[in-house]
């Protein structure tokens, strides 16, 4: 049934090497990291990694109403000083290079976590408190316009003398949503450029500044928004 046939070429019989040796040993656990730099740095990154995770998780739950706001706004604002904390470091910053590329590298996807860390602040500061409105006609209610008035002011007058480095903008305009969204619930004219500002400088390292054009514009961005929120108020 079976014929003899002959193969086209003669396999060669593997015939193995005393000299060949294992360069490793295979019991020995292998190490990422040879030296307490590399180390360190693993350590930082994986620490980023995981607050990433972190407030992906936090945002979906915020926004089902599974967290309090004020646990959501302690827990946020922690993430994200942990997050800068983390980068501030030139190394780490290196290694990490930009969230899209370290999302990539990781196969992450964190759509609402990237939001929050370009934008920099939590949702309840960016938006203000969702569970009351802003009362009108009280006494509070004039101390708190007289505060949103007053930070509108430190900010221009900032910009005007020439401090447009990353950390004294931020701040101020920080303080700015805060104490507007204090004040009133409702949109006004040029409020959306706050927040795009605040992604803006929460991109750009702490002793980076605005440019002529950039310091111009934001300058012309910040007196709209100061004008569309005095006229909202005389609409109240």
Not at 124 to 133: L, N, S
Request: one cysteine or more; aromatic letters at 8%.
């Amino acid at each position: 049934m079976y014929t003899n046939r002959q193969f086209a070429y003669a396999p060669t019989p593997y015939i193995p090497r005393a000299a060949l040796s294992a360069t490793i040993n295979l019991d020995e656990e292998v190490k990422l990291s040879t030296t307490t730099t590399e180390r360190d740095l693993y350590d930082s990154l994986a620490e980023i990694y995981s607050i990433i995770v972190t407030l992906d998780a936090l945002e979906k739950g915020y926004l089902k109403d599974s967290i309090t706001e004020a646990d959501y706004t302690e827990t946020c604002s922690r993430l994200l000083k942990q997050y800068k904390s983390n980068l501030a470091d030139e190394t780490v910053a290196q290694a990490f290079g930009d969230l899209e590329t370290f999302k990539r590298e990781w196969n992450m996807e964190c759509p609402r976590a990237t939001e929050r860390l370009r934008i920099g602040i939590p949702a309840t500061v960016e938006q203000g408190p969702t569970h009351k409105g802003a009362q009108h006609g009280s006494d509070a209610d004039a101390t708190l316009v007289v505060a949103a008035t007053e930070n509108f002011i430190t900010l221009m007058d900032a910009i005007k003398i020439g401090l447009v480095e990353k950390d004294t903008l931020h701040p101020l305009l920080v303080d700015i949503i805060q104490a507007v969204n204090k004040v009133t619930d409702k949109e006004f004219e040029s409020k959306g450029k706050i927040v795009q500002w605040l992604i803006t400088l929460n991109q750009m390292r702490a002793a980076e500044k605005l440019n002529d054009d950039q310091a111009r514009e934001f300058q012309f961005d910040m007196e709209q928004a100061y004008y569309g929120f005095k006229a909202t108020l005389k609409k109240e």
